[in-house]
């Protein structure tokens, strides 16, 4: 894997393409981003667990 950094980067590059595909993943920057892979678990805890869980 070659990695390049990219100087101009900005946040509308990093959203352009943005896709939520629940099972499927979220990506965005035109899909060269990778922000939630499909094989990542999903979040299971509920608004009170979660609170319970940092007390």
């Known amino acids: ?8 980067l900005t946040v509308r590059d ?3 393409g ?6 499927g993943g ?10 939630r892979p499909p094989f990542q678990r ?4 509920d608004d009170k667990e979660r609170k319970n869980a940092h007390s």
């Not at 070659?2 to 100087?7: F, M, N, T």
């Not at 943005?18 to 099972?23: E, F, P």
């Not at 999903?42 to 805890?45: D, L, P, R, V």
Request: aromatic residues 12%; glycine residues 10%.
């Open 1 to 8: 894997m070659k990695i390049q950094q990219l100087d101009d």
């Open 14 to 16: 990093l959203v352009a």
């Open 18 to 23: 943005y896709r939520d595909d629940s099972d």
């Open 26 to 35: 979220v990506v965005g920057y035109g899909g060269r981003l990778d922000i």
């Open 42 to 45: 999903e979040f299971i805890y």
